[in-house]
């Protein structure tokens, strides 16, 4: 085939367009369904100003380098910066802060607490608060996360169901809010529009990017049409104030005080305690799983894998494995790793309660492992010296070695001369041995005629390296040349 043909079919090669791909991804390519909740339940879960961005303002974002990127940002906003960009003072600080999740995250928690102080616990009370706590983290984890944001496995009416009511006890927001800003944050990982950007710190991941009001020059959005094509969804997120708090205060407070005359405990202990312990333990997968741990698949972004993370977070914790492998149903791949999570599902499958459940290819997450792994010796490989590198060596004939050997402690092993002189009296042979090579080809005798060196051996010659002689055959893998020697002697 000739050159000229070969072009012809690369030009003929029809480009995907980027733009169409990112109205893909953001599901602006087709009318979605606009599913608004009701009251105050709308505005629980953030502005639509940071979602109301088009594929083709992505697009220009993503394929702008930094440096045009900053400059028309920087023009845009010269003369008007959103509250978020302004520095912190006096006049500006009420006005900066997002006071509706302050009250649910912070000032309800810390009335629960006064309370605490004076109406002391009942232990059924507190058993029926870890039950509530248990029946919201799960939902969260196998609900919210894995079975709505990644759709690692299908589950029945009835655990849907489950997981809309409880996982709206723990108030975070509704299946679609909790579920796109989770997509977002997966396909914008450490970048401005993360929408809890781990880059920006511990406390920013973990509460204070909910604290603050967001800038909506960092809009992101993901396509969500398959969540809202659920009708469980759809009426969850229409009625997502009445069941918050139904599902966070009003159960717990009646079955405690029907069934035990502990009203005023159920709501504080069960209702209160419950939903923020629940809040904390889904913020530390995003700020505790971004900042302690090991990065055992990927090191160019910040999750990772730790076993505290794990506990405080219902299995969450080996998140550098969940960011590489987001789709899989399994958060540890372990026997022996605590992920309460994966078993859940596990179990559900086998009542026919939930079904296929998605792994990802034992032999692609091995090869990620393996490709880490070559990272990190890369790195430690460039820390160590190795000596010269044999094309780099200068070329010289025999009579400049011979001239020079003796005065310089120069010997050829495999082609390459090496200055032995300072180690001579290093030499666990003794110096007689090495002496007695200098100025010879001494490669037959180093490679187990006289002694068979170790790996150590060659490496510690390999930094002695001076030059190559002309003419001469030159193999840097010294110890190579040993073992094809060895083994060629005990052939003869």
């Avoid at 009203?263 to 900042?291: E, P, R």
Wanted: aromatic share 12%; with cysteine; glycine share 6%.
């Amino acid at each position: 085939m000739t050159t000229e043909t070969t072009n012809t079919r690369v030009d003929e090669l029809e480009v995907a367009e980027v733009t169409k791909l990112n109205a893909i991804a953001a599901g602006t390519n087709k009318k979605v369904p606009r599913i608004v909740a009701s009251g105050w339940g709308g505005k629980l879960m953030g502005t639509a100003d940071l979602v109301k961005v088009t594929a083709e303002e992505i697009t220009k974002d993503s394929m702008e380098s930094l440096a045009e990127k900053d400059a028309r940002e920087k023009a845009k906003y010269a003369n008007k910066k959103h509250i978020s960009e302004e520095p912190w003072t006096r006049e500006n600080f009420m006005a900066k802060i997002n006071w509706l999740n302050v009250i649910l995250t912070v000032a309800v928690p810390v009335f629960g607490i006064i309370q605490a102080i004076l109406s002391p616990p009942q232990w059924k009370t507190l058993a029926l608060g870890f039950v509530l706590y248990v029946f919201s983290g799960i939902s969260i984890t196998a609900g919210y996360h894995r079975l709505y944001s990644h759709k690692s496995y299908d589950a029945a009416l009835p655990v849907r169901m489950f997981f809309a009511f409880f996982g709206a006890g723990a108030i975070e927001g509704s299946i679609k809010w909790w579920g796109h800003s989770h997509r977002v944050h997966h396909r914008y990982t450490d970048t401005p529009r993360d929408p809890y950007d781990a880059r920006r710190g511990f406390w920013y991941s973990h509460m204070g990017w909910m604290l603050m009001k967001a800038n909506p020059k960092n809009r992101a959005r993901a396509d969500i049409s398959d969540l809202t094509a659920d009708w469980v969804v759809r009426f969850q997120h229409r009625h997502y104030l009445m069941i918050m708090l139904v599902a966070a205060f009003v159960t717990p407070t009646l079955v405690a005080g029907l069934g035990w005359g502990d009203y005023w405990g159920g709501f504080i202990y069960a209702g209160i305690f419950k939903s923020f312990f629940i809040q904390q333990a889904t913020f530390c997968v995003n700020s505790l799983a971004h900042w302690i741990g090991v990065q055992p698949f990927d090191d160019r972004r910040t999750p990772r894998d730790h076993v505290l993370t794990a506990f405080v977070t219902f299995g969450e914790g080996y998140h550098n494995f969940h960011h590489e492998f987001p789709s899989d149903y399994r958060n540890a791949l372990k026997w022996y790793q605590y992920d309460p999570t994966k078993v859940i599902i596990y179990a559900l499958s086998k009542l026919g309660l939930a079904w296929n459940l998605k792994m990802f290819s034992q032999n692609a997450i091995e090869q990620g492992l393996l490709q880490q792994q070559q990272k990190k010796l890369d790195r430690m490989r460039q820390k160590l010296k190795w000596g010269s590198s044999v094309e780099d060596l200068p070329v010289w004939t025999r009579e400049e070695f011979h001239a020079r050997a003796k005065d310089e402690g120069l010997i050829i092993i495999s082609g390459i001369i090496h200055n032995v002189k300072l180690f001579i009296k290093e030499h666990p042979g003794g110096q007689a041995l090495v002496r007695a090579s200098l100025g010879k080809d001494a490669t037959s005798a180093f490679s187990g005629a006289v002694y068979a060196h170790s790996n150590a051996a060659h490496n510690l010659l390999a930094t002695m390296r001076v030059a190559v002689v002309k003419d001469i055959a030159h193999d840097g893998d010294t110890f190579h040349v040993q073992e094809v020697i060895m083994e060629k002697e005990k052939q003869s």
